[in-house]
């Protein structure tokens, strides 16, 4: 009784201080095993990942409110789940109306030798059919770290992934015959583009778009301008603005140190590597990525929303141009590690709880 009245005053004070902030918070789903990523169907029905592997269906129930359907949709590949490896992110192709596709990013092989591998099918409504594989990092890694696994499109149909250095051999992001620590670009069907910076290089994996990252696990195209977050090692996580082959110099520069505690790099920076536009230290742990331009906040309009495992929050970071501004820290009352944010077609903000029980959470402005 004493654990279920302190839950009950947990819940009702986090619900004042959204209100007292302008804003309530409603779950749509529960029951989820590490959430991971959300993508809005054309119809309103909502797809979302569990790093298990499964992927499961929002839909409206008889009461016309969204529900979480029982089943998840078969025809998932076999995905590998262990560690911070599973299913990542779900994306619809550009051309979903047409052809009914989605893109899925997740870890594949074994745990002593895997790859970040995408696959695209088609979707019916209750399962995912004509499944082909479209790309699969190389080489294979061992170790279960640093997917990375965030999708995203370019205005010219291209795909963006984030692939993590993999946490074994960090100088493999300042390597160019490596996926690893990289941002790579690809056509919708797994061909190159044919203007990729290092296409005429011999020596490189000819996907690479930008390297030396870490471990990027936000991505998002804002009027046609990518940016990408990544997790630091004990702070230096960082906000990048990505330019096509640009080296952001990991592990050579960082604001970070080691989980050890022991100096990874004496260097903040140098020439020829791109700084930060945010760097937060001590680390946040930002999870997704989302650039909100809806009706329903006219105060957030034009800012980055990014997604904070450790900080248990989400900040937002209001943009001019392609300056950042100053930082607002949002839902820290909900007392949840966020790991994916996503701006809803209707304007509201939607957040993936990372928990073996996690939640979908619809953030709406607070009733006058």
Same mark, same amino acid.
Request: glycine share 12%; hydrophobic share 40%.
């Given at each position: 009784?004493?654990?279920?009245?302190?839950?009950?005053?947990?819940?009702?004070?986090?619900?004042?201080?959204?209100?007292?902030?302008? !804003?309530?918070?409603?779950?749509?789903?529960? $029951?989820?095993?590490?959430?991971?990523?959300?993508?809005?169907?054309?119809?309103?029905?909502?797809?979302?990942?569990?790093?298990?592997?499964?992927?499961?269906?929002?839909?409206?129930?008889?009461?016309?409110?969204?529900? @979480?359907?029982?089943?998840?949709?078969?025809?998932?590949?076999?995905?590998?789940?262990?560690?911070?490896? $599973?299913?990542?992110? #779900?994306? /619809?192709?550009?051309?979903?109306?047409?052809?009914?596709?989605? @893109?899925?990013?997740?870890?594949?092989?074994?745990?002593?030798?895997?790859?970040?591998? %995408?696959?695209?099918?088609?979707?019916?409504?209750?399962?995912?059919?004509?499944?082909?594989?479209?790309?699969?990092?190389?080489?294979?890694?061992?170790?279960?770290?640093?997917?990375?696994?965030?999708?995203?499109? *370019?205005?010219?149909?291209?795909?963006?992934?984030?692939? =993590?250095?993999?946490? /074994?051999?960090?100088?493999?992001?300042? &390597? *160019?015959?490596?996926?690893?620590?990289?941002?790579?670009?690809?056509?919708?069907?797994?061909?190159?583009?044919?203007?990729?910076?290092?296409?005429?290089?011999?020596?490189?994996?000819?996907?690479?778009?930008?390297?030396?990252?870490?471990?990027?696990?936000?991505?998002? %195209?804002?009027?046609?301008?990518?940016?990408?977050?990544?997790?630091?090692?004990? =702070?230096?996580? +960082?906000?990048?603005? @990505?330019?096509?082959?640009?080296?952001?110099?990991?592990? #050579?520069?960082?604001?970070?140190?080691?989980?050890?505690?022991?100096?990874?790099?004496? !260097?903040?920076?140098?020439?020829?590597? +791109?700084?930060? *536009? #945010?760097?937060?230290?001590?680390?946040?742990?930002?999870?997704?990525?989302?650039?909100?331009?809806?009706?329903?906040?006219?105060?957030?309009?034009?800012?980055?929303?990014?997604?904070?495992? #450790?900080?248990?929050? %989400?900040?937002?970071?209001? @943009?001019?141009? &392609?300056?950042?501004?100053?930082?607002? %820290?949002?839902?820290?009352?909900?007392?949840?590690?966020?790991?994916?944010?996503?701006?809803?077609?209707?304007?509201?903000?939607?957040?993936?709880?990372?928990?073996?029980?996690?939640?979908? *959470? &619809?953030?709406?402005?607070?009733?006058?």
């Amino acid at each position: 009784m004493k654990y279920a009245a302190a839950f009950f005053m947990g819940a009702l004070a986090a619900v004042m201080s959204a209100q007292a902030a302008g !804003y309530r918070v409603e779950t749509v789903a529960s $029951g989820l095993e590490h959430p991971w990523s959300l993508a809005f169907l054309p119809d309103g029905r909502m797809l979302v990942t569990e790093r298990p592997g499964r992927l499961r269906l929002i839909e409206p129930g008889p009461d016309g409110r969204p529900q @979480l359907r029982n089943e998840p949709v078969a025809g998932v590949p076999a995905v590998l789940a262990r560690g911070q490896a $599973g299913l990542f992110d #779900v994306a /619809l192709h550009p051309d979903h109306a047409v052809n009914g596709q989605v @893109l899925l990013s997740f870890a594949h092989g074994s745990p002593e030798a895997n790859h970040l591998r %995408v696959v695209r099918a088609r979707f019916d409504g209750h399962q995912l059919l004509d499944v082909q594989p479209v790309f699969t990092t190389q080489p294979a890694k061992a170790e279960t770290q640093h997917f990375g696994g965030r999708m995203a499109w *370019l205005p010219d149909g291209s795909l963006l992934l984030g692939m =993590g250095d993999g946490n /074994l051999d960090r100088t493999d992001a300042q &390597r *160019l015959h490596t996926h690893l620590g990289k941002i790579l670009r690809i056509k919708a069907d797994g061909s190159v583009p044919d203007d990729n910076p290092f296409l005429a290089r011999p020596d490189a994996r000819p996907e690479i778009y930008t390297f030396g990252h870490r471990n990027p696990q936000g991505l998002v %195209v804002v009027n046609g301008v990518p940016f990408a977050h990544e997790h630091g090692a004990r =702070g230096g996580d +960082e906000l990048n603005l @990505l330019q096509p082959g640009a080296n952001y110099g990991w592990p #050579v520069t960082t604001g970070g140190i080691d989980y050890t505690y022991a100096r990874i790099t004496p !260097y903040r920076s140098l020439p020829g590597m +791109e700084p930060p *536009l #945010v760097e937060w230290t001590p680390s946040i742990a930002p999870a997704g990525l989302a650039w909100y331009d809806g009706a329903l906040f006219p105060a957030w309009r034009g800012s980055l929303f990014v997604a904070a495992l #450790v900080e248990r929050s %989400v900040r937002r970071v209001p @943009l001019s141009g &392609r300056s950042p501004g100053s930082q607002e %820290v949002l839902f820290q009352e909900l007392g949840e590690r966020i790991r994916d944010v996503r701006a809803g077609p209707e304007g509201a903000i939607y957040l993936l709880t990372d928990s073996p029980n996690g939640r979908v *959470l &619809r953030v709406t402005p607070a009733s006058p």
